[in-house]
């Protein structure tokens, strides 16, 4: 089997994984789901105005507001869907015989689905935390009170911070506070699951010489990119609304 690697490997290697991308893109993230949930006057006009009015509002780091949320929950995120998608794959597989597409489709809706355990609270966390960032940006920019648009939590308008906000939620909402917009979350993350993993089996094994032999690193980065860029474009309207679904 070309598929050698252990599992702990593999949840190590995610987890890193999940780490780097978290600190190279989360800024991008932040513009993301400011411009998706910009309601009424628009205050930013695209992604790198969003940034500009971030770090003059809140400074360099405002672009990383939310992001230690991330850094904390995104390995065991990475863990479950991994874990999930080897556990789908092997028992979807038969006996000397490579998966189907189908059945690879289904490996990748079980991760998905298995993720939203820490996905869901951990977007919910992150997202409140970069809105609130965002109505503090408009009230700089459009010179509003803080009264001009209301936020869903109490909390997050005394200097919000992920523990502030999940114990408010926790005591006011309980556990259905924290896991609030979860369907939502798995209308997004279980397409792209579906979509992502399948994808770049597929693609990675086009680099593949032999059944037994891994493709080159390089080739298997160009195939993560691709399909993942591939799955992100095919779930950004569904991933807009898991952005609302979590401040509304």
Request: hydrophobic share 45%.
């Amino acid at each position: 089997m070309a598929d050698t690697i252990s599992l702990p490997a593999k949840l190590i290697n995610g987890g890193v994984a999940g780490l780097v991308g978290v600190t190279c893109v989360f800024p991008i993230d932040l513009a993301k789901t400011r411009l998706q949930n910009q309601q009424g006057r628009a205050i930013y006009s695209g992604m790198f105005d969003c940034l500009v009015k971030t770090v003059r509002s809140e400074g360099f780091f405002g672009m990383y507001r939310g992001a230690a949320v991330n850094l904390t929950l995104v390995t065991p995120e990475k863990a479950i869907k991994l874990a999930a998608n080897d556990f789908f794959r092997y028992h979807l597989t038969k006996e000397g015989k490579q998966l189907t597409l189908i059945r690879e489709m289904l490996a990748g809706c079980g991760a998905g689905t298995c993720q939203v355990i820490v996905t869901s609270p951990m977007e919910m966390l992150k997202i409140q935390l970069q809105d609130a960032g965002r109505l503090a940006t408009q009230k700089v920019v459009a010179g509003e009170g803080a009264a001009a648009i209301p936020h869903p939590s109490p909390a997050a308008s005394k200097k919000p911070s992920a523990m502030l906000i999940a114990r408010d939620l926790l005591r006011t909402q309980g556990i259905s506070g924290v896991y609030k917009g979860l369907g939502a979350t798995l209308l997004r993350d279980v397409p792209f699951s579906v979509i992502y993993f399948p994808l770049f089996a597929n693609v990675n094994k086009l680099g593949q010489k032999s059944s037994h032999e891994k493709a080159p690193f390089y080739h298997s980065f160009v195939a993560g990119c691709f399909a993942g860029a591939v799955a992100a474009v095919a779930v950004t309207p569904l991933d807009g609304r898991t952005g609302h679904s979590y401040i509304t």
